[in-house]
């Protein structure tokens, strides 16, 4: 049995849902009669608020995982922010009108779900999740889940420590405007140097970088000092490895990787969101929303569009879902 309280779960929900791969431009559709997931013991069904986009959402769409992934139809999304709306039999962290966030894909690359969070309602697994911190909106919250926690775990797998030193490739993008703070606030780094555009250098600054490098008008490569770690968050590990002491580490976030960088697949927990919902709370830790601001519903494929595009800053949320 699942309690529902007086929520009540209409039968039929919106949702952007494609039933081929393809640019999502073409193959993405927003429909009104897909089905309310059924939830497992383990999950509870979310009502969508918030929903943010990933690059990987629409590199699904293409294809990209097709030799991993469920099949279509799909509804894509990772990131979610919403209310508990009915839980499971074997529930015990979460209770009926429960605000929460999270990345529904325990892997992020490993058979995602064929039901993702670009929908009215969405069912995850509780270990997933988190409390919203309070002090956050939805659109906030959501922007949050995969790219802190694919930015905290890519710190701990450099085994980053109190007194390192750290630079961040792509500093104002989803993932790397998070390091720069974690690595600052939580880790202790004892120096931030971080890659941008000309017009991006004071965010870089605001969000703790010591050093702002305008990537338009200077070579990080040409830098006399070298970092303890290397954190690529777009992709150039060719070029990364250069920046890094000797014996210290390299992590890439996507692209073809040149040894010693390494690439990993982020696991999902919402442990780790627990973790740092203290630094959330306490304005410590902030996240960091495209300034284009938040697209409704009904707008998805536009903010695809911008996502791909290469420019975003921070995160592109999608909010109100409806």
Known sequence: MASSLD???PTNIKAWVYAELGNPADVLKLVSDARVPEITEDQVLVKVVAAALNIIDAKRARGFLKDNDSPPPIVPGYDVAGVVVKVGDQVKKFKVGDEVYGDINEISLVRPKQHG???EYTAVEERLLALKPRNLSFAEAASLPLVLETAYEGLERTHFSTGKSILVLGGTGGIGSLVIQ???QVFGASRVAATASTGKLDLLKSLGADLAIDYTKENFEDLPEKFDVVYDAV???ERAITGVKEGGSVV??????????????VTSKGSILEKLNPFLESQIIKPVLDPKGTFPFPQVLEAISHLESGRPTGKIVIYPIP
């Open 7 to 9: 929520f009540t779960i």
């Open 117 to 119: 969070t670009l929908a």
């Open 252 to 265: 890439t976030v996507g692209g073809p990787v040149t040894p010693p960088a390494f690439k990993f697949h």
């Open 182 to 184: 974690l690595a600052k």
């Open 235 to 237: 992709g150039q590990s």
